[in-house]
């Protein structure tokens, strides 16, 4: 199974995600055969397992299927999406934001 011979379940037009994919597969010059579009990450994970397509999902939503052995990475297109933190700017020290930005920060 490859990108380029399998259909790609992705999210629909619009979403974050389905822009993230879509500007991925152009930067590979991956032209999909088809694009199943779902509304939902669980159902494009359903799809994934029953053998329909190749799907682009986070490792938080597939961490127990990747145990089990029902769903697997394709390398070498495992990529990173980065992520923000944001807040209204209003905490002050001390505060349930301030440490949760400490923490991240002490993370990367």
Known sequence: MSLESSPIILRELGSGTREYADDLLRSERIQ???????SS????????IRGLGIAFLSTSMVKEELRQGKLVPIDPFVVYRPFYFVHSGQSGEGS???????????LS
């Not at 999909?32 to 779902?38: F, S, T, Y």
Request: aromatic share 0%; no cysteine; charged share 25%.
């Open 32 to 38: 999909p055969v088809e694009i199943l579009e779902a």
């Open 41 to 48: 990450h669980s159902l494009i994970k359903q799809l994934a």
């Open 96 to 106: 349930v934001v301030d440490n949760l930005i400490k923490l991240v920060k002490g």
